[in-house]
């Protein structure tokens, strides 16, 4: 997992660039913990007090950046990836039959697409009305920074867990 190759947020980019490449190098730093291992080792529940794991980590994201930026954001019906809830937890989760491959390839669409999105608004002021509720661009990018961040520290964990590998 030495192998660092995120980009780094600029230190003095304008708000636009400092918010959208944030949320990438966070994108970035879930692949990165999840690089190198195999389907069953990322489908391994290593805490014993839970039942996360970096696939599942993986389809949630895929999941959250659908909900926000193409069914939030840009008004479009579509259906989440994995569906429904499993004992009261979210089906993407779930991951024993899961297929990695599939997952990654969902996230990574769905991150591509997210990207379009943003760029089709002019401004990180631009707003949608969701259930009743103004919600802005800007709030958008950062809630997702805000998401990939606690994941990526529940990521940390459990890649340590899985194989020993450790770093930011």
């Not at 980009?7 to 690089?35: E, G, I, N, W």
Request: hydrophobic letters at 40%.
């Amino acid at each position: 997992m030495n192998n660092d190759e995120r980009v780094y947020p600029s230190k003095v980019a304008d708000d636009r660039a400092s918010l959208t490449s944030f949320l990438d190098y966070q994108r970035a730093t879930l692949a990165m913990k999840c690089a190198g291992l195999t389907g069953e080792q990322l489908k391994r529940k290593v805490i014993p007090t839970s039942g996360l794991t970096l696939l599942g980590l993986v389809r949630h994201m895929a999941s959250v950046e659908r909900s926000w930026f193409r069914w939030i954001m840009n008004a479009e019906d579509v259906k989440m990836p994995w569906p429904g809830k499993v004992d009261g937890t979210f089906a993407e989760f779930h991951v024993e039959d899961a297929d990695a491959g599939e997952a990654f390839e969902v996230w990574r669409e769905e991150c591509a697409r997210a990207r379009a999105v943003v760029s089709s608004f002019n401004s990180l002021d631009n707003t949608v009305l969701f259930r009743g509720e103004t919600v802005s661009l800007r709030y958008v990018l950062t809630h997702m920074i805000e998401e990939y961040a606690r994941h990526n520290g529940h990521a940390d964990l459990l890649r340590e867990a899985i194989d020993g590998a450790v770093g930011e």
